[in-house]
């Protein structure tokens, strides 16, 4: 788990966390065959097959949800799809 200095409340890392990781901001909109539309397509791979519920006991948003969201995807299923329909063929 990362710490709570390095967790942006709207999901994700905050700029601080970016920094201290070495990672780039999320990606939502790319051009197919960019570098951040493979960055997308690698994050939806990952993300589609965390287990994990999209709520926490009180209602709210778990830090799975905000992650998903931030890049774009309204849920698991969605990412899953994305990833599968843009993943290359070996």
Not at 49 to 78: C, H, T, V, Y
């Amino acid at each position: 788990m990362v710490a709570k200095k390095f967790q942006d409340p709207k999901g994700g890392l905050n700029t601080a966390g970016r920094k201290k990781f070495g990672v780039k901001a999320p990606v939502r909109k790319a051009k197919a065959g960019s570098k951040d539309f493979k960055r997308r397509v690698s994050f939806a791979a990952r993300f589609s097959g965390i287990k994990g519920k999209m709520k926490d006991s009180k209602g709210r948003p778990s830090r799975l949800a905000l992650a998903l969201k931030r890049w774009g995807f309204r849920n698991q299923e969605s990412a899953r799809k994305f990833a599968q329909r843009n993943k290359k063929k070996k």
